[in-house]
């Protein structure tokens, strides 16, 4: 019998690729060269297989985003590895995602929301922080409202009204918005870490 993971990343590859409206439980049955009925023995709905999903995701960012960020490492190696997994996650995002979440999978969204407030917050928070008292980021800033606006700098990278995807190309506009904010946050010990690690 299938398993339910082969499900779920077999949707996630679909709906990367295309969105998650336009992805229907035939397309995923066939992509995965199952029956529709296979999949209802896992899923009850489309939306019940997107809320697994999302859950499945955000779990696996969470690992991967604290597997770098420690209590005792150097905050600006952190930071450096931060921008090449957040390059990593950003290369498989497609921006219709988002917007298919958010309008046609309320329990999806909500579980993409707590995530983004929750967690980003406040693994950012606890970064600047640190690089505050390793004198990397300048004293002076609100590190929770630092955090707050990084975290939805991200989402405005995505936003195809601000940044049209036909103009855009989506990394470049998410490295430029890091970039802001890196050398924006950091002391001129932290921007000389900066400089070197180009």
Not at 43 to 69: G, P, Q, W, Y
Not at 105 to 121: A, C, Q, R, S
Request: aromatic share 8%; with cysteine; net charge negative.
């Amino acid at each position: 019998m299938i398993d339910k993971e082969r499900v779920l990343n077999g949707s996630e590859a679909l709906f990367l690729e295309a969105g998650i409206k336009s992805v229907t439980m035939d397309d995923i049955a066939r992509h995965l060269g199952i029956s529709k009925k296979t999949i209802y023995q896992h899923f009850r709905d489309k939306n019940e297989l997107v809320t697994a999903l999302v859950k499945k995701r955000l779990a696996d960012d969470e690992a991967m985003l604290c597997s770098i960020i420690s209590d005792t490492g150097n905050m600006m190696d952190e930071m450096v590895e931060l921008t090449k997994c957040t390059g990593e996650i950003f290369s498989r995002v497609n921006p219709a995602v988002l917007f298919d979440l958010q309008k046609y999978h309320h329990e999806g969204w909500m579980l993409y929301l707590k995530f983004k407030t929750g967690f980003m917050v406040n693994i950012i928070g606890k970064l600047l922080k640190k690089g505050i008292d390793q004198g990397y980021i300048r004293p002076e800033i609100d590190t929770r409202i630092i955090a707050i606006m990084r975290v939805n700098q991200i989402e405005l990278g995505f936003n195809a009204s601000v940044y049209p995807h036909a103009e855009f190309n989506l990394w470049d506009v998410q490295l430029q918005l890091l970039n802001h904010f890196n050398y924006g946050v950091c002391t001129l010990k932290g921007i000389a870490v900066l400089n070197n690690a180009d």
